[in-house]
């Protein structure tokens, strides 16, 4: 098998008394789309946090593209491709969905807010207008991000994050507080960024249709630990993932 993108050795996250991941190991291939899932608590958001370094794990080692980025600043990580969304969402509330996607186009440089809105060129607000476009947020490109529901504004954290032009784009529940119609189209998008763009997306999910229908492979926690690893049709066999979502004697996913 070809050397993995991001390839996670052996990390430990300890807040205080609390293992929030333990010995934690897993590998996504390049290109490919790989889903982190379990149920809550089980350390995904605290292991996506290590991975765009806000947190520093007490021991284990990570690599992106061959190269250990372990002692890496979270300032330092766009600069290689990496791209994330929060789970509880960070954007400029007060700002249209088109001047939050003009930030994400600046995300390496450290411009003041007002320089960064001011007349950006031509080549820039198209791709601000085709990012809003493929992420279906055309008609609300001078909304307020403060004014979309909770799905858009994912919906839109994923157009900045996009703007970036990331090779590794890492998702915290992009689809929680979609619609079944926004969750299809999320589907596509996630399956064209990979596919034909060939970034590598690494994503959390509880929506497990969208896992389900997208993933290439699917990495499990349960209290911190790796659970089970497998194909989508795998995963949603194995017993003990059953019963770590489900409790003894659960029948299916
Ligand atoms: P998940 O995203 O799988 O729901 P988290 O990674 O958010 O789980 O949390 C894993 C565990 O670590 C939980 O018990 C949570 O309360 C704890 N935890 C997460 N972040 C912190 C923090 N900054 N300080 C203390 N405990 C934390
Ligand atoms: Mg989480």
Known sequence: MSQPFLDISGITVKFGGLTAVNDLSFQVQRGSIHALIGPNGAGKSTTFNCISRYYQPNSGRIHLDGNDVSNHRPAQMPGLGVARTFQNLELFGELSVWENVLLGCHAHSANTLGKLLRRPDGETCDLVDSLIERV???????TRARELDFGHQKLLEIARA??????????????????NADIEHLDKLLTELSRRDGITVL???HVMQLVMSISDRITVMSFGQ??????PQEIGQDPRVIEAYLGKGAARV
């Open 136 to 142: 279906g947020l055309t008609h609300d490109r001078m």
């Open 162 to 179: 996009l703007a970036l032009k990331p090779r590794l784009l890492l998702l915290d529940e992009p689809a929680a507080g979609l619609r």
């Open 203 to 205: 994503l959390v999910e």
């Open 226 to 231: 790796k659970l089970a690893e497998g194909t």
